[in-house]
């Protein structure tokens, strides 16, 4: 014997599910040329990279939601349909320009920290081999990360 569900009560879910869905597109819903407006005068909130640009639609739109993630709360639409930053001009670029600026230092660390470990060898059984030692702040991890390193490193010694 099948049960079947009460048919009122998933069109209830269905009108409950499509009524978020539009509402989350028209807050979302800005216009493709303004999109390009914004992106051009306030950039990104992360730091510029050397990437190719994109003509491709979709591909500019979720650039643009990734570098304006909090459209709503830093922007008003005036009457002509043009977002402007709530707190001015200057102050939205000072603040793009600060983000940016802490993300490269963030960038940067990450890259040189990335260079270290791939730069530190270690000798075993003649053989020279890469190690990999990361930055562990808990013991307990750093015990396990240890642990698994000289696994590893007498696993391959005895292979040879």
Known sequence: HLHLPDIKKIRDIMNITSKRTNEFKARKQVPFEEMRRLMEVYGSTKCLRKRTD???TDS?????Y??????EERFVKDQGGFYRPKFGHKV???YRQDMRAKDGEILNKKRNRNRRQQQQRVVVGGVERKTVIGVVNNSKH???SSSILAY???KSALAD
């Not at 500019?60 to 643009?64: A, S, V």
């Not at 990734?66 to 459209?71: G, K, N, Q, T």
């Open 60 to 64: 500019i739109k979720r650039k643009f």
């Open 54 to 56: 994109s003509t491709k």
């Open 66 to 71: 990734r570098w304006f993630p909090d459209l």
């Open 142 to 144: 750093a015990e396990t």
């Open 152 to 154: 590893s490193t007498a």
């Open 92 to 94: 939205e670029m000072c």
